[in-house]
């Protein structure tokens, strides 16, 4: 058993991610799941990039590719999605929004 793999079985125990240099289809397969999910939550490729990278410790550089090679397979859908995403309002679920109901001082 080489070096990479020995480090898998034990990065394996800890986390279950697949290993990219042992596994590097299955990592891949991983990502692009875990971008389709972020596309089904609505997020950009920057967004997605920070949450791959905070959430799962994926390398910013492989969503990147990984997302570059989606867009090339699938050019009519990220148009769409894009153009979705920039017709919507600004929304972001961190804004504090005012309260609804607001007690107005009628004393002024």
Request: with cysteine; charged share 30%; hydrophobic share 35%.
């Amino acid at each position: 058993m080489d070096m990479r793999c020995r480090r898998d079985v034990v990065m394996h125990l800890q986390h279950p991610f697949p290993c990219l240099h042992c596994h590097p289809h299955t990592y891949i397969r991983m990502v692009q799941n875990l971008i389709e999910r972020c596309l089904l939550l609505n997020m950009d490729r920057d967004q997605c990039v920070k949450a791959l990278a905070d959430h799962a410790r994926i390398r910013p550089l492989v969503t990147l590719t990984v997302w570059k090679e989606l867009l090339k397979e699938n050019e009519d859908f990220f148009r769409s999605y894009f153009r979705s995403l920039s017709s919507r309002p600004y929304t972001n679920r961190y804004v504090q929004r005012a309260p609804r109901f607001v007690r107005r001082s009628h004393w002024k």
